[in-house]
């Protein structure tokens, strides 16, 4: 992956922090069609549709209860989808340096918390296709690029 995405980690963690023995994730971009097709407002569906499903997900306890917090959460990772699928950095024009495993470890997030994000989003994206408001033609693409890319934000090792 040629975006920094993956650089820094946070001094002083307040548990043991485990870091994928495999390093960061080579993965494909996204292809910036994606971006032509559903542009920001329907990247910044998905993500409140994939939010809310979060929200009520076994990982609900990770993000904010309060809906227009719920919201606000859905719109940082609505405009990394922005970025990521090949649109304005919109994600860095508004919050600063993406540093996405870096801002992930205040949370646990073991191999189960993936699990259940990748499932919201499998989710929502099926749901987005039935509309016809995903190109089918890079569901592919999107979803290797998302089980790829998850697996570093892991910080957590399951329990022995
Ligand atoms: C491994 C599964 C993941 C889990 C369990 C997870 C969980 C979380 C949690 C709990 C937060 C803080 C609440 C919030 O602001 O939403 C967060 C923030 C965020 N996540 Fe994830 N995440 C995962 C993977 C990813 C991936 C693959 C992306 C790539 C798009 C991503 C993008 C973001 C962004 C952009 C933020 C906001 C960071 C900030 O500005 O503070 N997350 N995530």
């Known amino acids: ?31 910036p069609a994606v971006y032509e097709a559903m542009g920001e407002a329907g990247l910044m569906a998905l993500a409140r549709d994939f939010y809310g499903r979060l929200g009520r997900s076994e990982i609900a306890h990770l993000f904010p209860r309060d809906p227009a917090a719920l919201e606000a959460a859905s719109a940082k990772t609505g405009a990394m989808f ?5 649109g304005p950095p919109l994600y860095q024009q508004r919050h600063g340096p993406p540093m996405m495993r870096a801002r992930h470890l205040p949370f646990r997030i073991d191999e189960a918390a993936r699990a259940a994000w990748l499932r919201c989003l499998r989710d929502a994206t099926d749901d987005a296709q039935a509309r ?9 693409a999107f979803d290797a690029f998302f089980e790829a890319f998850s697996a570093w ?6 329990p022995a």
Not at 82 to 86: K, Q, R
Not at 153 to 158: K, S
Request: glycine share 6%; with cysteine.
């Open 1 to 31: 992956m040629d975006i920094d995405l993956l650089n820094s980690e946070l001094p002083n963690p307040d548990r043991p922090i485990w870091t994928p023995p495999e390093g960061p994730p080579r993965t494909d971009r996204i292809p």
């Open 82 to 86: 922005v970025f990521l699928c090949g």
């Open 132 to 140: 016809g408001a995903f190109p089918s033609e890079h569901r592919a």
């Open 153 to 158: 934000m892991v910080n957590t090792a399951d």
